[in-house]
C-alpha cells in the first residue's frame, strides 16, 4: 500500500442505454442498463497523494486544468478522502487513449480509473463492487466500466444498491463494434443535461422505464445464448427509443446530423445484402455498429467509402479495471 | 343538378398531428387533430359522369393514369355511385397546383375536391359536414380540407361521427406557413404505412394519444385568443413527438435528412436572434415554418441564403372547398 496507484479502465458503449437520474446527486438512474466493455478504448490514471500540495492537481493529456475544469475530478478525490485516512490533496495524472472524435464517452473509462488509481493510493480496499459504486459517482456508465464484457448495471434505489455486475466478463463470442467518427466535434447537449430533460418533460418517458425492463429481459439470455439477431434487434431498437426521447422533450433536440442519418441508411442497405449489422449511438452523432467478426471487412470497407477509413475504428470486448502499478 | 361539376379544395398544413387509424377501411383516426389550410396549394378536379364510358377515366396534371394507378380514385367514385342514383362511370379530371415537391399533402386538396366534384355531379346534395366525411373516405388529411383556416377533424368512432369542423374559418391574424423543399422526391415510407407501424409497434403510442388531447385542449384556445407563442410551441411540440413515434417504431425509420436538421437549427437560430417562428413537418423531409406576417422577410431572406430562393414558399390561411362550374 502506497500514496500512488495507477488504474487502467476501458469505456463502453451501452447497448440498453441509461438515460435519465433518479438521484442526480448519487447518480441513481431511473432504470438499469447494460453495456460492453471495448478493446480499444482506455484511460490511464495515476493519483499520487501528497501532503505538500496545497490544492489537486490534475493533468489530462498533458494538460494541467485550472481548478474550476478540475471541479469534478476535485469532488470525487473528496468522496474518495471521506472513506480514508489519507486527507491530502492528490496528484492526477490522466491519459485517455479515447479518441474525442470517436464519440465514445471518455468519462466511462476516465472516472473508472480515477476510482482504481484514487482508491488504492489512499489505501482503500474495495472488492469490485464497491470500486463500482464509488465510480458511478464521478459519471453513471463509469459504473460499467470496472467489469470487462458484457456488464448490467443494477440501478437499484440507493447508493449501496446501484452498481455494475458482469453478465459474461470473458466473452468468446466472435463480435465487435465499429466506430465511426462523423463529427469531431464536442456535444452541444450533454448527455447530463439531455437525459434529465428527457425525464423532465418527455410525456414518453414512463414507457421508457417499460421498454428498459423488456430489452434487459431480451438481451441478457440473448447474449448468455449468442443469439446474434436478438442481440441486435434489441440494442437498435433501445437506441432508438431512447432518441425518441430527446425529439420528445421540450424543447425538443436531437443527436443526430446528417451522416448519422446516411449512416444508418447504409447499415439497412448492408443488412438487405446480407450483412447482419446493427447501429446504436448516444449523445452525440457518431453511429457505433454491432457486428459478426466475419463482417467486419465488408463493414469497414463500405464505411471507409463512405466517410473514409480513418473515421472508422474497429473494437472487440475489453476487459474490466487493471492495476498497472501496485509497487 | 348535371352530370358535372369543378370543385377546388386547399391543402391544409396539420399543427396537431394526426398519426394513426384506428379503423383503416373507414380511415377512422385512432386521435383527433387539427390543421390550417394553405391558399397557396390547392387541386382542380372535374368530374363527368358519363354513360359512354366502359370504364373510370382519370387524368391528373395532363397524364392518364393507368387503371392499377387510378384504383383508389376509381374505389373513391364507387362510395360516391352507392350513394347516388348515377351509376355510370366518370371522366375525372384533375389539376395539382401543388408542388409534388414541397411536400405538402397533395391527396388532401385532391381527395376533398373530388369529394366535391364527384357528389355533385352525381346529383348528390352534401352538407360541407357530409362531404367531410365522404373525403375522409379517401384520404384521411383530406376531412380537413373541405373548410378553410384552422380545422379540427373530430376523431369519432365510425363513418358518422368523424369529420371535420371550422374553428376559425376566415382567420384575421396576421399568420404565415413558409414551406421549404428540402428534398423533391416522393416519401420512401408513406404516411399510411408508417402511421401504421407506430400504432402497431411504438411502445410510445399510447402516450401519443393523451400528447393529442393535451394539446388540442392547448391550442385551440390559443388559436381563438391569436395567442402566437402557444400556437407555436404546441405545434413544434406536436411534430417533434410524432417524428418520436417513427424512430420508436420497429424497424426504426425517419422522415428526416440532414437539411431538416440544419433548417430545424436555423429556426432555433431566428428565435434565439428574436425572430419567433416555429417549426412543423410531416411524412417527409421539407419543414414548414409558422410565423407571424411581419417576419416573413426576415424568414424567407435566410432560408434563401441557406436552401436558394425557390425552395421558400410563403403561403397563409386558405378558403374551403369551392364549387368552381355549377353550369
Same mark, same amino acid.
Do not use: C, M
Given at each position: 500500500m502506497t500514496a500512488t496507484a495507477t488504474a487502467r479502465a476501458h469505456t463502453n458503449i451501452a447497448l440498453v442505454k441509461y438515460w435519465g437520474k433518479a438521484d442526480t446527486d448519487l447518480i441513481i438512474p431511473q432504470t438499469g442498463s447494460l453495456s460492453l466493455t471495448l478493446d480499444q478504448f482506455y484511460t490511464d490514471t495515476t493519483v499520487t497523494f501528497d501532503e505538500g500540495? &496545497?490544492?489537486?492537481?490534475? @493533468?489530462?493529456?498533458?494538460?494541467? #486544468? !485550472?481548478? *474550476?475544469?478540475? &471541479?469534478?475530478?476535485?469532488?470525487?478525490?473528496?468522496?474518495?478522502? *471521506?472513506? +480514508?485516512?489519507?486527507?491530502?490533496?492528490?496528484?492526477? /495524472?490522466?491519459?485517455?487513449?479515447?479518441? /474525442?472524435?470517436?464519440? #465514445?464517452? !471518455?468519462?466511462a473509462s476516465a472516472f473508472a480509473a480515477l476510482a482504481g488509481a484514487a482508491s488504492q493510493a489512499a489505501g482503500l480496499t474495495l472488492d469490485r463492487t464497491a470500486l !463500482?459504486?464509488?465510480?458511478?459517482?464521478?459519471?453513471?456508465?463509469? /459504473?460499467?466500466? @470496472?467489469?470487462?464484457?458484457?456488464?448490467?448495471?443494477?440501478?437499484?434505489?440507493?447508493? #449501496?444498491?446501484?452498481?455494475?455486475?458482469?453478465?459474461?466478463?470473458?466473452?468468446?463470442?466472435? @463480435?465487435?463494434?465499429?466506430?465511426?467518427?462523423?463529427?469531431?466535434?464536442?456535444?452541444?447537449?450533454? +448527455?447530463?443535461?439531455?437525459m434529465q430533460s428527457s425525464v423532465n418533460t418527455s410525456p414518453f418517458y414512463p414507457a421508457w422505464q417499460q421498454i428498459v425492463a423488456d430489452d434487459l429481459a431480451a438481451i441478457k439470455p440473448a447474449i448468455l445464448a449468442q443469439d446474434f439477431t436478438t442481440v441486435g434487434e434489441t440494442l437498435e431498437s433501445n437506441a432508438m427509443r431512447m432518441h425518441a426521447l430527446t425529439l420528445s422533450a421540450w424543447p425538443p433536440y436531437s443527436y443526430f446530423n446528417g451522416d448519422t442519418l446516411a449512416a444508418m441508411q447504409t447499415v439497412k442497405e448492408l443488412r438487405a445484402a446480407g450483412v447482419e449489422c446493427y447501429y446504436t449511438l448516444d449523445a452525440g452523432p457518431n453511429l457505433k455498429i454491432f457486428c459478426q467478426n466475419s463482417d467486419i471487412a465488408a463493414i469497414t470497407k463500405r464505411f471507409s467509402q463512405q466517410f473514409g477509413g480513418d473515421n472508422v475504428i474497429v473494437a472487440h470486448p475489453g476487459p474490466g479495471i487493471q492495476f498497472l502499478d501496485e509497487a
Open positions: 500540495l &496545497t490544492a489537486d492537481d490534475v @493533468i489530462v493529456n498533458g494538460e494541467r #486544468l !485550472s481548478a *474550476q475544469r478540475a &471541479t469534478k475530478v476535485h469532488n470525487f478525490l473528496n468522496l474518495v478522502r *471521506q472513506q +480514508s485516512s489519507r486527507a491530502s490533496f492528490a496528484r492526477v /495524472t490522466s491519459v485517455n487513449h479515447v479518441p /474525442t472524435a470517436a464519440g #465514445l464517452a !471518455s468519462s !463500482s459504486r464509488l465510480a458511478r459517482r464521478g459519471s453513471g456508465s463509469a /459504473t460499467r466500466s @470496472i467489469f470487462g464484457g458484457f456488464v448490467e448495471w443494477h440501478a437499484g434505489h440507493d447508493d #449501496l444498491s446501484s452498481y455494475g455486475v458482469p453478465l459474461v466478463e470473458k466473452v468468446e463470442w466472435p @463480435i465487435a463494434v465499429v466506430a465511426l467518427v462523423l463529427d469531431p466535434h464536442h456535444k452541444k447537449i450533454s +448527455s447530463r443535461q439531455g
